[in-house]
C-alpha cells in the first residue's frame, strides 16, 4: 500500500459520521419550523373561528374566547387555551368580534416560552 493510500485510511467513517451528524441537525430544525407553522396556523384558525361564532346573533364575545379555547385544547394542548381573549371593535364604522390567542412559541416540540405569539381573528357582528 502506499504512503498516499495510508494516511486516507478510515477517513470515511469520520466524514459519514459528520455528514450525519450534520444532515441529522437541519432534518430536525426543519421539523421543529414546520411544527412552529403548524401551531401559528392552527392558533389563527382556532381565533377566526372563534370569532364567527361569537358573531352570531344571540352570542357574546366570551363565547368566541371559550369556543376558540375549547379547538385550541382539543388540536393542541391546554397550554395553547390559557390566554384566550375576546371583545367588539369597532372599524370604519363597522362592529367587529376580536379573539386573541396569546400562545407559547414551540421552541423544542410543543415546549417555549408562554404568550410570544399574538394571533388575532376578527368577524363582523351579526344584526338582528
Given at each position: ?34 411544527l412552529v407553522q403548524h401551531v401559528r396556523n392552527t392558533c389563527v384558525d382556532a381565533a377566526a373561528e372563534g370569532a364567527r361564532y361569537a358573531a352570531h346573533v344571540g352570542r357574546a364575545p366570551a363565547d368566541g374566547a ?63
Amino acid at each position: 500500500m502506499s504512503a498516499a493510500r495510508r494516511d486516507d485510511a478510515g477517513a470515511a467513517v469520520v466524514d459519514f459520521t459528520l455528514v450525519g451528524g450534520l444532515v441529522v441537525v437541519l432534518f430536525v430544525a426543519v421539523v421543529q419550523l414546520a411544527l412552529v407553522q403548524h401551531v401559528r396556523n392552527t392558533c389563527v384558525d382556532a381565533a377566526a373561528e372563534g370569532a364567527r361564532y361569537a358573531a352570531h346573533v344571540g352570542r357574546a364575545p366570551a363565547d368566541g374566547a371559550a369556543r376558540a379555547g375549547d379547538l385550541l385544547r382539543s388540536s393542541l394542548a391546554a397550554s395553547y387555551a390559557q390566554d384566550v381573549t375576546a371583545d367588539e371593535v369597532v372599524v370604519d364604522g363597522l362592529r367587529l368580534v376580536r379573539v386573541t390567542v396569546r400562545a407559547p412559541l414551540p421552541v423544542v416540540g410543543l415546549l417555549g416560552p408562554a404568550g410570544v405569539m399574538e394571533l388575532r381573528g376578527h368577524a363582523p357582528v351579526e344584526d338582528a
